[in-house]
């Protein structure tokens, strides 16, 4: 980490976003994690939109530790199931379920349906100087049938996006995140900070 950057703390448990955000962020801001604050909260996602759920996670840290701040919900949002999982996403096969979990699900509920149409959305709350700002990232696709590649997490193996005929998983990071829901949240969040600091 680079010394002179100022510090924000990604409010966030999850590995791979925090490598994918510190790679977007290079060079304008270090990203903490949670940990790196000594935060080991369970904080609570109980709001019915994105945004709601980034803002509870936000509003959580910067009042609890006093930092800069920021944090992401993505949902994924499937048209043959009504706009499902969406909010639920992260725990759509319940609580404790894994993402394989969740795949699982999802492809039972998509069984034999011809219309598989989807869309991934993310909003970062950002709080910078006791000021909240929302940032959002959407990405248009489809749901595969079988799990492809390796790469990624979440529902990367079985989302594919808009004019391309790989999954989210078979794409190298980098062009994931150039065109990526969250990689475009980030890079509004990104070009704010930029000029805000």
Same mark, same amino acid.
């Given at each position: ?19 994918? +955000? ?24 109980? +709001?019915?939109?994105?945004? $709601? ?17 920021? +944090? ?10 009504? $706009? ?5 996403? +992260? ?12 795949? #699982? ?29 929302? =940032?959002? $990232? ?14 990624? =997490? ?28 969250? $990689? #475009? ?13």
């Amino acid at each position: 980490m680079n010394s002179n950057l100022p510090e924000i703390v990604f409010a966030t448990n999850n590995p791979h976003k925090l490598e994918e +955000a510190r790679a977007i962020l290079a060079g304008m801001v270090n990203v903490l994690s949670l940990e790196q604050i000594g935060c080991h909260d369970d904080i609570p996602e109980t +709001a019915e939109t994105l945004a $709601g759920n980034a803002l509870i996670k936000a509003r959580w840290i910067n009042s609890k530790y006093g930092v800069d701040c920021f +944090a992401d919900d993505t949902g994924l949002m499937v048209d043959a199931l009504d $706009g499902a999982p969406g909010v639920y996403s +992260a725990r759509f096969a319940g609580k404790h379920c894994s993402p394989a979990d969740n795949i #699982r699900l999802l492809l039972e509920k998509l069984n034999g349906v011809d219309n598989r149409s989807a869309k991934f959305s993310t909003v970062v709350a950002l709080i910078l100087d006791g000021r909240e700002h929302l =940032f959002e $990232g959407s990405v248009s696709g489809h749901i595969a049938k079988d799990l492809k590649g390796a790469a990624g =997490f979440g529902y990367d193996p079985v989302f594919v996006p808009e004019n391309s005929d790989i999954s989210f998983a078979e794409m190298k990071p980098e062009d994931k995140n150039s065109i990526s829901h969250r $990689g #475009r949240a980030m890079a509004k969040l990104a070009e704010f900070i930029s000029k805000n600091r």
